[in-house]
């Protein structure tokens, strides 16, 4: 996978370098998701689709990318560590070009939220992009854990990045019958059974469950095509709820604004102020 620099205005978009015979380019758009079940899937008008899109999406939005092409060689996107680790590493060693162009957010202006039984996303407004999680397994490796975050001052870099993938052992066989996760192993996620966590090295945070849970949002939630100013809140919340929020936003034109960011704006973004320095180690 390559990431290649775009020109202004021209979004974040995703190239199957491997397709030929069909329109190759596939928008990272909310509207562009045709499945949400254990990764983010996006597929253009052709029918080329990508999958596990979500950690190259974190790093980008993390690091405050606008214009990027994403090439790949294949229908999914590489698992690597499991985590955005080795992508924003990546990033930050090549560096960003500032645009001659203006900054847009989309500043969300009353709370829209989408409800499964318990579970539930939801968008608050914010004047920054705030994550706050709560997640609840069985599991007693995981078990219930909760955390927020304000998202400025390169917290996803800092706080989220390295978090990685999880699951039980026995869903394993499961994900691999579905064609997902097929470079999968115990040193590419936390994978736990009972109270166990299988993984060699263990975790690298304790609550690194709703940590990854919170790096899986920001992926999601950068498919609204520009950064958000707005608080997230989920509970039991994955993929599909985040697109379910998104597509209920856009539902309601009044709910939210596009707003050109000012000095102080631009300082709250995720990836503001952020240099090769704040590369996380374990990607090194």
Known sequence: MT???????????FRRMDVHDRDPMIPARWDAVSSATLCTKITNADGVSVSTIEHVMAAIAGTGLSNVVVEVD??????????????VSAILARGLVQLAAPVRALE????????NGPAYARLDPSDTLEIDFKIEFDDAAIGRQEKHLNMAN???????CDSRTFCRNED??????????????????????????????????????VRHK?????????????????????????????????RALFARPEAFRMVECDGAQLARLPGAGLTLNDAPAIAA
Request: charged share 20%.
């Open 74 to 87: 294949g229908p999914e996107v590489p698992i690597v560590d499991g985590s955005a680790a080795p992508f």
């Open 154 to 160: 390169g917290a996803f870099v800092h706080e989220l």
């Open 214 to 246: 919170m790096l899986d949002a920001l992926g999601d939630l950068a498919l609204a095509g520009c950064p958000l100013l707005a608080r997230y809140s989920g509970f039991r919340a994955g993929h599909a709820m985040t697109n379910a929020v998104l």
């Open 172 to 209: 394993v066989a499961g994900m691999r019958a579905r064609g997902l996760a097929q470079g999968g192993n115990l040193e590419n996620a936390v994978v736990v059974e009972g109270s166990r966590v299988l993984t060699p090295g263990g975790l690298r945070h304790s609550d690194e469950a």
């Open 108 to 115: 969300v202006l009353d709370r829209i939220e989408v409800r």
């Open 3 to 13: 990431l290649r620099p775009a020109s202004a205005e021209y979004g974040i978009w």
